[in-house]
């Protein structure tokens, strides 16, 4: 099973941009689709993005699309999320998760996820 490490988060001003990382070791990235979730303090856990394991196919929440990609390097077992035009209500702990579904829909909650990370910060300051 594969032990996910998130790095990349911050603090960052409004309109800025950030890159998460999330490397995998023990086992290869490509047997699994990948996502990002975010938790706000007081907040539920919830869906950024998901990618495919080939990585063709990309899916967002609306609250990010159009500023956030989320892709990946098999080769290098790591998935990235490229943040851009930041905002405040961005500021949580970011997760990267690997799930083993071939069900898009799963992609979108928590549940369908087998594996987690430990989170890094991003805090956008206004």
């Known amino acids: 099973q594969p032990q996910l490490v998130e790095s990349g988060g911050g603090l960052v001003q409004s309109g800025g941009s950030l890159r998460l990382s999330c490397v995998a070791s023990?086992?290869?990235?490509?047997?699994?689709?990948m996502g990002w979730f975010r938790q706000a303090p007081g907040k539920e856990r919830e869906f950024v993005a998901a990618?495919?394991?080939?990585?063709?196919?990309?899916y967002y929440a609306d609250s990010v699309k159009g500023r956030f990609t989320i892709t990946r390097d098999n080769a290098q077992n790591t998935v990235y999320l490229q943040m851009n035009s930041l905002k405040p209500e961005d500021t949580a702990i970011y997760y990267c998760?690997?799930?083993?579904?071939?069900?898009?829909?799963?992609?979108?909650?928590?549940?369908?996820?087998?594996?987690w990370g430990q989170g890094t910060q991003v805090t956008v300051s206004s």
């Open positions: 998760a690997a799930s083993t579904t071939p069900y898009v829909p799963r992609w979108y909650v928590r549940d369908g996820y087998d594996y």
């Open positions: 023990g086992a290869p990235l490509d047997m699994y689709a």
């Open positions: 990618i495919r394991w080939s990585g063709v196919g990309t």
